[in-house]
């Protein structure tokens, strides 16, 4: 059974940084591509970053582009997301999700719970 | 990166069919085959109805499919039933990033 299981979201103040994780179990992670879409209260979704299975190839929205990294451990089967220069409309449930090919796509099989990230001073 | 424009809702009887439309530029849903599909149901995460277009992953029913037109996609439900009520996302590749429309609320009457 694919699992993806996100952590590392809290309450940060603006200008902070914070990083996500992500578990992936249940297939060969190194065999597709990775993507952090992220959703605000009450909000649509909204793609964040995508990263293909080797690292070679890494995609970012503009509105966090210089701010946010996204990296893989294919060793361990995790993906991460570094946020910097936290902003307040930053504030989303962030998901991992899992493409359906080894290159940043938009089609997206297996989806996360989400980790809740809050900005605010 | 601006989002794709989807209408804000839709709504149908049980049985009926109903389509979403997703209109994008010939930068993005136009330029490419590569136009998805999302079900978010309230306090859930995505699932994928539709990809590259038209494809259904496996386990999704046959009542959804999709098309596209110049820089339009649509989704179609036919025989609408009570469970189909949900916000719905399509997604479209560019050549630098990805784009989501703005959603669409279904509302089976």
């Known amino acids: 059974e694919v699992q993806l299981v996100e952590s590392g979201g809290g309450l940060v103040q603006p200008g902070r940084s914070l990083r996500l994780s992500c578990a992936a179990s249940?297939?060969?992670?190194?065999?597709?591509?990775m993507h952090w879409v992220r959703q605000a209260p009450g909000k649509g979704l909204e793609w964040v970053s995508g990263?293909?299975?080797?690292?070679?190839?890494?995609a970012y929205a503009d509105s966090v582009k210089g701010r946010f990294t996204i990296s893989r451990d294919n060793a361990k089967n995790f993906l991460y997301l570094q946020m910097n220069s936290l902003k307040t409309e930053d504030t989303a449930l962030y998901y991992c999700a899992k493409d359906t090919g080894v290159k940043v796509g938009d089609s997206y099989d297996y989806w996360g719970q989400g980790t809740l990230v809050t900005v605010s001073s | 990166q601006s989002a794709l424009t989807q209408p804000a809702s839709v709504s149908g009887s049980p049985g009926q069919s109903i389509t979403i439309s997703c209109t994008g530029t010939?930068?993005?849903?136009?330029?490419?085959?590569?136009v998805s599909w999302y079900q978010q149901h309230p306090g859930k995460a995505p699932k994928l109805m539709i990809y590259d277009v038209s494809d259904r992953p496996s386990g999704v029913s046959n009542r959804f499919s999709g098309s596209k037109s110049g820089n339009t996609a649509s989704l179609t439900i036919s025989g609408l039933q009570a469970e189909d009520e949900a916000d719905y996302y399509c997604s479209s590749y560019t050549s630098s990033s990805i784009l989501f429309g703005g959603g669409t609320k279904l509302t089976v009457l």
């Open positions: 249940g297939f060969t992670f190194d065999d597709y591509a």
């Open positions: 010939s930068s993005d849903v136009g330029g490419y085959n590569y």
């Open positions: 990263i293909s299975w080797n690292s070679r190839i890494i």
